[in-house]
């Protein structure tokens, strides 16, 4: 058996299609090995062995792994807290799971902003700075107030809606302030079990920079060929 972690990248690699090609000219011929393909990014390696075009439609199954379940993050998550001496409640880390609805890389981030936070009762931070974790239902950006399904400007003292959309990408990139946000996480959390064309997540991107233009303080920047970078002056 022959294992292969982030297969993904593959699709990267210069003349990528080639390499496919001979991959699996040879490895289809292999009656003695078996191969299991690992991936984290679920977006591309659909696009790998689903799409018609490419060398490696069908050539075994896929299988998709669920997220891990809150109640087996949450022993972790109070565990590392432990370990440098720290504490967390088990509300508390259930509560970070469900902010980023257990996205695993998210957890990880917004469990590390706590920690980093925390001197020694995480309960603390979330009394002392809420939008440090985004336990809080409202998020100041610049001018704006951010809370789930609208944002208010204080200037103008108007209230903005905000679709499904537009207000799960404006809390990932709150979650990730600072931290590029991959094109492929947002593929991943927005789509994850189809295969949409870039410019999906160009128009959700140029929506959100649309509402947020009126404070020049506030930026979502390309990172080139990565994702974006969200954050406020």
């Not at 400007?153 to 799960?168: A, M, T």
Request: overall charge positive.
């Amino acid at each position: 058996m022959v294992c292969i972690n982030e297969f993904q990248q593959i699709g990267k690699m210069p003349d990528s299609l080639t390499i496919q090609k001979r991959l699996r000219g040879v490895w289809q011929h292999q009656r003695n090995v078996s191969y299991c393909l690992f991936g984290s990014k679920k977006y591309l390696m659909t696009k790998l062995f689903q799409h018609r075009t490419m060398p490696f439609y069908q050539f075994g199954e896929m299988m998709y792994l669920d997220k891990i379940p809150t109640a087996d993050r949450v022993p972790f998550i109070c565990s590392r807290f432990e370990s440098q001496g720290k504490q967390i409640s088990e509300e508390l880390a259930q509560r970070i799971c469900e902010t980023v609805e257990g996205h695993s890389s998210y957890v990880q981030q917004l469990a590390w902003n706590v920690l980093a936070e925390t001197e020694k009762i995480a309960e603390e931070v979330a009394r002392q700075q809420p939008d440090v974790i985004l336990m809080d239902k409202h998020i100041r950006l610049g001018s704006f107030t951010f809370m789930p399904g609208c944002m208010k400007q204080e200037r103008e003292g108007k209230q903005i809606s905000l679709s499904i959309y537009r207000n799960k990408l404006l809390y990932l990139l709150c979650a990730c302030m600072n931290i590029t946000v991959t094109r492929d996480e947002i593929h991943r959390m927005f789509w994850p079990d189809v295969i949409v064309i870039d410019q999906s997540v160009n128009n959700l991107i140029y929506q959100l920079r649309k509402l947020l233009h009126a404070d020049s303080r506030i930026r979502i920047e390309n990172v080139r060929g990565v994702g974006y970078r969200f954050s406020v002056a």
